[in-house]
């Protein structure tokens, strides 16, 4: 149907409605392009998050390794440490109990 066929007061009805509708479907197109700018800024700060928390937690990981190791050195020069204190502490007992020995005999004699 063309717009002269169409009545005059179906146009004075229909028109104002028509254009009012228009114009809330501009503004509901621009509340929706606005909502997507801000999903889309958001998904880029998420994204940018993801890649400071992996890059955290490499550094992290590799700071706990190095603390680790640290700790393992540590560890292993105490303990051989220790390993070599043994004989001597292993010879001064048994220096204890033979000077004992000798008192209890000087004692009794």
């Known amino acids: 149907m063309t717009a002269e066929k169409i009545p005059a007061w179906i146009k004075q009805v229909l028109m104002p409605e028509l254009s009012e509708i228009k114009g809330e479907l501009k503004a509901i197109n621009a509340r929706i392009d606005a909502t997507n700018g801000r999903i889309e800024s958001t998904n880029e700060r998420i994204d940018s ?61």
């Open 49 to 109: 998050l993801r890649t400071e928390t992996k890059m955290e937690i490499s550094s992290l990981r590799t700071e706990l390794k190095m603390e680790i190791s640290s700790l393992r050195t540590e560890m292993n020069v105490r303990l051989d440490s220790l390993e070599k204190r043994i004989p001597v502490i292993e010879k001064i007992a048994a220096l204890e109990i033979k000077i004992a020995d000798l008192e209890k005999r000087l004692v009794a004699a």
